[in-house]
């Protein structure tokens, strides 16, 4: 900072700070602007560079719209579950909430949200970066700028199902293609000579590959990125369907392994660890259920029936109202 003030001034450390402070530590849609570079840039590379050789020996020319409508599926979800309303807890909805997921003592005790200045249900938490209380609360993800809760849980999953199925489809085409096009040009017989000291070599593995990057660079490195994003998304969408499984989330799981530590430092710690129970596991499909069959927090029972005692309130008085504004008839003449 030193440095910089002394190059830039004394207002460039404060600048500094405040842009670290933007990107770090409030919402912001840089993560996102990144995404979309990464996934319409890499879906182009791939037609610039793949789509020239299909259709071909093991590639039939209808991937070339299938693989469209997998892009769009993996931008349709991922847009989704950018919008999507995560479940925020708010006066209205609060006392349904804590009846829906009461406490249970062991993770969530009866507590209050100074800054939301609302009682917390149980399975919420307050979001610093939405400055929000969500109902269900799994985390704050990046990548969509916005929580992750009750109302928009079943969106992420499927955001990361189709990026899952998206990298795989383009790795798979993009290995076909390269097998395909060693096959249509006999590379694997071929005689290669080095441009430089023009020695002549005959084909091993390591030489077609460097061919292909040589001739069709853009493609082996959209394959390659598909194929290690797509082993990393393959483990964490798995991660999140277990979280699912065990009627749990990853916010939850932190609070589990906490206390598990915690109890197994005390005497008959280990004992205390096979009594905890989580009461919000009610079974593979009922948890499944719950996600993709979520509740909307915005129509719970207490509020439907405020709703409707607003509404009774207010009739008499749109009645008095045109009563009021009507105009009596004027008398007929004799």
Not at 45 to 65: D, L, M, R, S
Not at 197 to 216: D, G, N, V
Not at 272 to 301: C, D, Q, S, T, W
Request: hydrophobic share 45%; with cysteine.
């Amino acid at each position: 900072k030193k440095a910089l003030e002394k190059c830039f001034g004394p207002r460039a450390p404060a600048a500094l700070d405040a842009a670290w402070d933007y990107v770090c530590y409030q919402s912001n849609p840089i993560v996102q602007i990144f995404y979309l570079l990464v996934v319409v840039g890499g879906y182009i590379a791939f037609v610039v560079g793949g789509y020239q050789h299909v259709p071909n020996t093991y590639v039939h020319w209808i991937h070339k719209y299938l693989g469209f409508v997998v892009f769009c599926m993996c931008v349709g979800t991922w847009w989704k579950a950018c919008i999507t309303d995560p479940g925020i807890v708010t006066r209205r909805n609060v006392e349904d909430l804590c009846e829906i997921w009461p406490w249970d003592d062991q993770i969530f005790q009866q507590a209050f949200c100074s800054t939301c200045d609302l009682p917390k249900p149980a399975r919420s938490k307050h979001c610093g970066l939405c400055n929000v209380c969500v109902a269900k609360f799994d985390h704050h993800c990046i990548w969509i700028n916005n929580c992750v809760g009750v109302g928009n849980h079943k969106w992420f999953l499927m955001f990361l199902f189709w990026h899952l199925v998206i990298c795989s489809y383009g790795a798979g085409m993009g290995i076909t293609i390269c097998v395909d096009l060693v096959q249509r040009k006999n590379l694997l017989t071929a005689t290669f000579i080095d441009p430089v000291t023009k020695e002549r070599h005959t084909a091993t593995y390591l030489i077609i590959a460097q061919y292909l990057l040589a001739t069709e660079g853009m493609l082996i490195f959209v394959t390659a990125l598909s194929t290690i994003m797509g082993l990393v998304l393959f483990g964490f969408f798995l991660w999140h369907l277990h979280l699912v499984r065990k009627g749990t989330t990853t916010n939850e799981l932190s609070k589990w392994s906490h206390i598990r530590w915690y109890l197994k430092r005390q005497e008959d710690g280990e004992q205390k660890v096979k009594e905890l129970n989580n009461i919000y596991n009610h079974g593979m499909f009922a948890n499944f259920r719950e996600v993709f069959l979520p509740i909307n927090v915005h129509r719970l029972p207490r509020q439907l029936a405020q709703e409707a005692r607003v509404k009774e309130a207010c009739k008499p008085a749109a009645v008095a109202r045109k009563g009021g504004a009507a105009r009596p008839n004027k008398p007929k003449k004799g």
